[in-house]
């Protein structure tokens, strides 16, 4: 018999590491999501660097997203962890997960790129929208409707 999982209870949910050269956003509805990500590869981008990750109930997370490994990924995470701390964001993320939204994923690091990307996807609605770069993060847009309740 399968053991069913408690939200919060998964283990890779609270390991959530730092999504280096992702863009993030949250789109309220995960079709429009969907949509905003089918724009996006029309728009050129690879659908290998285009995620929708979707509210609780369909699976997805943070921790979905390809991170750099080895020595040197460990090196970048420790400085990053020193220099900035994003986690309140990231459990925002996590949270709008829990609460049905879906979030579009798009790895780029050319700053063209993450602008067209950014302009994309706020055609289509999304807000809370974050660039996680090598040493800083930009956010493009802040959070829009009723604050939610990360976890921690």
């Known amino acids: 018999m399968a053991k069913s999982k408690k939200a919060g209870s998964d283990p890779e949910r609270s390991r959530i590491r730092y999504p280096l050269d992702w863009l993030l956003a949250v789109i309220d509805d995960p079709l429009a999501a969907r949509e905003a990500a089918a724009a996006l590869n029309a728009a050129g981008f690879d659908p290998e660097h285009v995620k929708v990750l979707e509210g609780a109930t369909a699976g997805g997370s943070l921790s979905d997203l390809p991170t ?3 020595a040197i990924g ?3 995470r420790l400085v990053q962890f020193v220099t900035m701390d994003q986690t309140p964001d990231l459990r925002l ?3 709008a997960l829990d609460d049905g939204r879906a979030i579009v ?3 780029c690091s050319s700053r063209q790129k993450v602008l067209e990307a950014r302009d994309i996807l706020a055609a289509h609605a999304a807000h809370f929208q974050n660039h996680f770069g ?3 993060t ?3 847009s802040r959070w ?3 604050e939610l ?3 921690w």
């Open 149 to 151: 309740n990360p976890r």
């Open 138 to 140: 930009e956010e493009f």
């Open 74 to 76: 460990q090196l970048i």
């Open 93 to 95: 993320y996590e949270a």
């Open 105 to 107: 994923a798009v790895q």
């Open 144 to 146: 829009r409707g009723p």
């Open 68 to 70: 750099s490994k080895g």
């Open 134 to 136: 090598r040493y800083a």
